[in-house]
């Protein structure tokens, strides 16, 4: 016997799949082909631009990268997005929108102990990477200066890894030409020479 499904029986179906998703955030849809996250790359817009598992040659990378999030976005996501991930490194990076929307620098430098050391209580290693310059843009250049002058000397005192990227894109003017592809955010290029340094320090980490 063929059984007829009435629209108030498919709707009262629908409605359950839906609450059921929302109870458990949609993770039975794709715990089957969830495999052990290692490395989570954690970041704004600019880390959300890379192919990470292709560009670090691993399927065991997470791009947790948010267009347009600051750090204090990131704060709030940290638990979600990386902690329960339970990987072994999470590679950090942000603060360029903070410094576009006018957020004071102490609240971003604040954000960051918050980040490093919520990783730290989770034995997660995490790897503080240099905000970008932008390109030609001195007043946003010093601040960016100021943010990482200040993560170097903390992660030097909490020996947490400092990863500095700058020095491989950008020149004292700031985010070189050749590496952009609007004054902000970065192209292949950069992004191959941003993974090479990334891999070059997963060997000394995992």
């Known amino acids: 016997m063929n059984r007829k499904y009435t629209p108030k029986a498919l709707l009262l179906f629908l409605c359950s799949v839906l609450l059921a998703g929302i109870l458990t955030g949609f993770k039975w849809m794709s715990d089957q082909n969830d495999e052990k996250i290692t490395i989570v790359m954690f970041g704004d817009s600019i880390t959300k631009g890379g192919d990470w598992a292709t560009l670090l040659g691993r399927s065991d990378v997470k ?14 996501l940290l638990k979600e997005n990386v902690i329960d991930l339970s990987p072994r490194v999470c590679f950090l ?18 954000n960051y102990r918050s980040l490093i050391n919520g990783l730290l209580e989770h034995q997660i290693t995490p790897v503080v ?10 007043e946003s250049k010093v601040q960016v200066d100021s943010l990482n002058s200040y993560l170097k000397a903390y992660c030097q005192n909490k ?3 400092y990863l500095d990227i700058n020095g491989k894109l950008s020149s004292s003017k700031g985010l070189n030409a050749q590496y952009t592809t609007d004054g902000t955010h970065i192209n292949q290029d950069a992004y191959e020479i941003w993974a090479t340094e990334v891999r070059n320090l997963l060997k000394s980490i995992l």
Not at 63 to 76: A, C, I, K, R
């Open 159 to 161: 020996n947490v890894y």
């Open 129 to 138: 990477q240099s905000i970008l310059y932008e390109q030609d843009n001195p």
């Open 93 to 110: 990076e942000g603060g360029i929108n903070d410094i576009g929307v006018g957020i004071p620098l102490d609240r971003t430098k604040s």
């Open 63 to 76: 791009n947790s990268g948010f267009p347009g999030f600051t750090t204090s976005h990131l704060v709030w």
